[in-house]
């Protein structure tokens, strides 16, 4: 059972003698900013490669490289015995940046097999693309409650303040609704991409070898 006292007696005490610790933490919370939040897709590129080796049972694959690049200005205020550091800015990179794109290399490029592995896996990518762009107001939803969730940061020493920047984007990229943004879009491409492969009965590459 929590001697619910007994804690109230700490907590006298830590005022007593901790008084400006405390009245500075609770006085930050008056310099909370609601942060301007610009979000931007990456400008994405293909690359097509051959392995040197087989790829067993599959004809080609992709590799979607997926970025989520958070950078925050501060605002810095001055208080009487120190500084609160809070949410100013904050620029987001979300989206995919690269898509390696893998071809067996038993199929030489430009033969009608090539290009139908290469058609498929461009369904991929688009698959891929789609997630981001159907999403679009879940991230910005998320992205707003992570930001209205974090508060400002007392710090007593200017030394300090680069640190609490850091905390103040630990505690933005791992609030639960950030969390569960990227479990839902992981979700999202797993589903997609099944999709497409359901999708593809193999008949146009069976033409190319009529």
Not at 27 to 35: F, I, M, S, V
Not at 59 to 88: N, P, Q, R
Not at 136 to 162: G, H, N, Y
Not at 165 to 184: A, F, G, M, S, T
Request: glycine share 4%; aromatic share 10%.
């Amino acid at each position: 059972m929590v001697n619910f006292g007994f804690l109230k007696r700490i907590l006298i005490l830590f005022y007593v003698f901790f008084p400006g610790v405390m009245y500075a933490g609770n006085d930050c919370l008056n310099y909370k900013l609601t942060p301007k939040i610009t979000i931007q897709s990456p400008i994405w590129e293909k690359n097509v490669v051959q392995p040197l080796k087989e790829m067993d049972l599959l004809h080609g694959d992709v590799i979607a490289t997926l970025i989520d690049e958070f950078d925050i200005t501060s605002d810095i205020t001055s208080i009487e015995d120190g500084f609160c550091v809070a949410l100013k800015n904050i620029d987001v990179l979300f989206g995919y940046s690269n898509f390696l794109v893998q071809i067996d290399i038993s199929y030489k490029p430009n033969t009608c097999p090539y290009n139908v592995i290469l058609q498929h896996e461009d369904e991929h990518i688009r698959a891929y693309l789609s997630v981001i762009e159907d999403n679009q107001d879940l991230l910005k939803k998320s992205i707003k409650s992570a930001a209205d969730s974090v508060v400002p940061i007392f710090v007593r020493d200017t030394k300090d303040i680069e640190s609490a920047v850091d905390k103040l984007n630990y505690e933005l990229q791992n609030h639960p609704d950030i969390i569960l943004l990227k479990q839902r879009i992981k979700a999202e491409e797993e589903i997609r991409n099944k999709y497409v492969d359901i999708n593809n009965t193999g008949e146009m590459l069976k033409k190319c070898f009529e």
